[in-house]
């Protein structure tokens, strides 16, 4: 029997390229130029279709050399989500070098957008508006009819149907692995979304994805897959820039690397696992940043897990933001330090929790404290708001001075200080005119940082993490961290990707004469001093700093494509910001921010919201989160905006909001409400303005 809380899966839709042979017979394409080709006869087809406008412009020819086709790139024209393969306007003036499946066409310059704080405007402050009552009392009463029921259905099961509760229970002297209340959630709550949750894809997590169509007949316990494909929107992976793709050249740069590398190095950092990569990767990473040392690290929730630890221990204090990521909430409980927390981005919150922390000392003894460290996040991934950065480096400046405080009675001489370590994992590579994060949108030198801890998974296309600090620091880091001496390395074609991704956004500029008794490879030749000039944030990696075997392509190399990218990632951040909120949604979370929040409260209206998006005639991809990753009653939908995404699909996913929002009733923000066709014909205007 069909599960009564799905909807019917959607029919699937053909194929998106026509098959004409198996899968192992078909050549490799080891660049774009087999789909340069591809659209090019895509844009002859739509020409002959009677597209005057289209027909005025010549299109830049194409090599011979490159004209064959190969079978696995050959658009089906007919195919009923042909938006989601083909650009609405084909290409004409010239061609693009990318799938547009991966990575939408548009050279539009008005669909851009820099990224960077505006000083006359105060910071804004995470507030998020309050529903109507009766949305919280029906998001309280579902709660309460679920663990009731889920009670219920547990109390006669285990006396009815003992079969169906045997894992629960003692059976044959042995105790059940899990209890009945410990897996509560999971068998009465989770299992009523699964449909909605881990949905297996296939391809690129690019601009579109590809669903592996499934349904249950057991209400969820279990999946059947039919074998078909579904070809949907993607507004649920973190590709902020669009890096993640199987043509271009950080792709080719990752073939290359395979080819000289291997796959793994099969060791530890400490042993035989690292490679002239890691070193090319660190140096890379310290001069993007501007710091003097970074390493790298294989898993970015280890990242934090693992060396947080390694900064703090007994004795020591550490103040952390509420809403702060559960690795560094990890990483804080293995440090045996104390743990304090603030609110949410609230500076005047952090601010007594220092002067508390620094007047009383330690809880028994009153003795000050070995160290103090200051956790926060750049930009928080579940909320998507931007840390006050100015007003905790405000902070940082007031306690570094002697002040004379009153400890137990006794005035004391005080030197006031804390250290601030900053998780920049959504923030690096998504905020900032230059892509460099948090101090970049700030305007912030990195040196006021004393730790900066970030990702590749989210802006770069790859996975791990990196610690950047002083060289100093790092060097410690790299012993008492325990994965840097215990776990694999990260691997070659991982770092070929963090490499060519982190090249393209710099630049790359002929590297200066070096002497010849000079190692080129030196940390300390590559990564230089850090100076206090705003500029040197803007610096490009000269031609050393890479391995040799690496060549961009000129538009990657020069930083132009970066940039581009850069750019609309923040015009389609602040579009769908804004144009959520103009339909009349309660967000969350900073303009600029990549991550934008939908607040449903309602657990049975998140998963209907899911469900509804991925119906649609173009499916849409949503992520919904609830209890416990968020507040019981504040579920929501999380849309993840990228560069990939062009101002159609911003369209798109506003108009399929507009539509589910208005059949659940998710419709209670407050201010000026405009219609979808006002918002699409405006969305320059809405942009530029202050949201």
């Known amino acids: 029997m069909t599960s009564p809380i799905a909807l019917d899966p959607p029919t699937p839709s053909p194929s998106i390229f026509k098959k004409t042979g198996s899968l192992g017979n078909l050549p490799i394409m080891s660049t774009a130029m087999s789909y340069l080709s591809a659209i090019q006869q895509a844009d002859t087809r739509a020409r002959s279709h009677g597209n005057s406008s289209a027909a005025s412009t010549r299109t830049r020819s194409i090599p011979s050399s490159v004209t064959s086709l190969s079978e696995d790139t050959i658009l089906d024209e007919d195919d009923t989500n042909n938006c989601l393969v083909n650009p609405l306007t084909p290409p004409t003036s010239e061609v693009s070098a990318t799938i547009h499946a991966e990575f939408g066409y548009c050279v539009n310059e008005a669909y851009r957008c820099v990224s960077k704080h505006d000083y006359t405007e105060p910071f804004q402050k995470h507030t998020i508006e309050d529903p109507p009552y009766y949305i919280l009392f029906s998001t309280y009463i579902s709660y309460i009819m679920i663990i009731c029921f889920g009670h219920l259905r547990d109390f006669f099961g285990k006396r009815f149907a003992k079969s169906y509760f045997t894992h629960l229970m003692p059976h044959n002297g042995y105790a059940p692995l899990n209890s009945d209340f410990d897996s509560f959630y999971t068998r009465r709550l989770q299992r009523r979304v699964d449909d909605c949750c881990s949905h297996p894809v296939a391809g690129v997590p690019g601009r579109t994805v590809l669903l592996l169509d499934r349904y249950s007949t057991n209400y969820n316990l279990t999946q059947i897959y039919t074998g078909t494909k579904t070809r949907a929107l993607n507004i649920s992976s973190y590709n902020y820039l669009g890096f993640s793709q199987t043509r271009g050249g950080c792709s080719d740069a990752v073939g290359e690397g395979i080819r000289r590398y291997g796959t793994s190095t099969c060791g530890t950092r400490l042993e035989s696992g690292s490679s002239e990569l ?7 990473v310290a001069r993007f940043l501007g710091t003097e040392d970074a390493l790298v690290s294989s898993v970015g929730f280890a990242t934090n897990s693992t060396f947080i630890p390694a900064l703090v221990g007994k004795k020591s204090l550490i103040i952390s933001d509420e809403l702060n990521h559960t690795s560094i909430r990890v990483g804080a409980r293995q440090s045996g330090a104390e743990i304090r927390m603030f609110k949410h981005n609230d500076m005047s919150s952090l601010e007594s929790v220092l002067r508390e922390a620094i007047s009383q000392g330690q ?10 460290l200051v956790i926060v996040e750049g930009l928080y991934s579940m909320e998507g708001t931007l840390v006050d950065l100015l ?6 400046q007031k306690y570094k001075v002697r002040t004379a405080v009153t400890v137990l009675g006794y005035d004391v001489d005080v030197l006031f200080k804390f250290y601030l370590f900053v998780d ?3 923030s690096i590579g998504a905020v900032g005119p230059h892509g460099r994060g948090v101090t ?26 990196y610690i950047a600090g002083p060289k100093t620091l790092i060097d410690a880091l790299r012993l008492r961290g325990s994965s840097y001496p215990y776990a694999e390395a990260m691997a070659p074609p991982v770092l070929a990707q963090v490499i060519a991704s982190i090249a393209s956004i710099m630049g790359i500029a002929p590297a200066p004469q070096l002497p010849k008794s000079q190692n080129s490879l030196s940390l300390a030749s590559s990564n230089g001093t850090v100076k206090d000039h705003a500029n040197d944030l803007r610096r490009m990696a000269p031609q050393s700093m890479l391995p040799a075997w690496i060549n961009l392509h000129p538009s990657l190399a ?24 103009k339909l009349g949604f309660i967000i969350s979370g900073h303009p600029f921010s990549p991550i934008v929040p939908l607040l449903i409260f309602n657990p049975g209206k998140c998963m209907m919201f899911s469900r509804l998006m991925r119906a649609r005639k173009i499916p849409i991809v949503v992520v919904v989160v609830g209890y416990p990753a968020t507040p019981l009653e504040k579920g929501r939908a999380r849309f993840c905006a990228s560069a990939s995404h062009t101002k159609e699909d911003i369209d798109m996913v506003l108009e ?16 000026e409400r405009w219609g979808i066709d006002e918002i699409r014909k405006r969305a ?8």
Request: one cysteine or more.
């Open 278 to 284: 890691h070193v090319f990767t660190e140096a890379l």
């Open 363 to 372: 809880s028994k003894t009153h003795r000050s404290w070995k160290k103090i």
């Open 391 to 396: 007003r905790i480096v405000e902070l940082k």
């Open 424 to 426: 920049e994992a959504h």
């Open 440 to 465: 970049d949108y700030f305007n912030i030198h990195p040196g006021s940082i004393d730790v900066l801890m970030g990702t590749f998974t989210k802006s770069f296309g790859a996975c791990g993490g």
């Open 558 to 581: 020069d930083g132009s494509e970066a940039r581009m990218r850069i750019r609309r990632l923040a015009f389609n951040c602040r579009y769908l910001h804004a144009g959520l909120k």
């Open 656 to 671: 399929a909001c507009d539509e589910v929002g208005g059949i659940l009733d998710l419709k209670h923000g407050l201010g």
């Open 684 to 691: 320059v205007e809405l942009v530029h303005s202050a949201v």
